[in-house]
Nanobody, 125 residues
Framework: QVQLVESGGGLVQAGGSLRLSCAAS????????MGWFRQAPGKEREFVAA????????YYTDSVEGRFTISRDNAKNMVFLQMNSLKSEDTATYYC??????????????????WGQGTQVTISS
């Protein structure tokens, strides 16, 4: 089981930017594809972005394509989510999660294993 800790959330005005970070405990971090999800109050957990083990491939949900960028630093056991041009509808708790290479490409939360505790992102309009 991989322990994940997210950070970097906060309150920002619409149009602003935030960079979320996720620190992983596993020595085998580089073997896990990683993902970011978000969950707004009263809504289901929603896929945001995912990145392959090497960082050479990524995919996003349509609503963040072109505004968000997922990246990773395997030497530091970190994954990041750079969020630009933020909108009020981006307000949610953001979670990072691991998956495995067999499930890479999935957007379903059930295909992701270890989860962090989440970091709150609030966008004011």
């Amino acid at each position: 089981q991989v322990q994940l800790v997210e950070s970097g959330g906060g309150l920002v005005q619409a149009g602003g930017s935030l960079r979320l970070s996720c620190a992983a405990s596993a020595r085998t971090f580089s073997s896990y594809p990683m993902g970011w999800f978000r969950q707004a109050p009263g809504k289901e957990r929603e896929f945001v972005a995912a990145i392959s083990t090497t960082g050479g491939d990524t995919y996003y949900t349509d609503s963040v394509e072109g505004r968000f960028t997922i990246s990773r630093d395997n030497a530091k056991n970190m994954v990041f989510l750079q969020m630009n041009s933020l909108k009020s509808e981006d307000t949610a708790t953001y979670y990072c999660a691991t998956t495995d290479v067999r499930r890479y490409g999935s957007r379903h939360p059930d295909d992701f294993g270890s989860w962090g505790q989440g970091t709150q992102v609030t966008i004011s309009s």
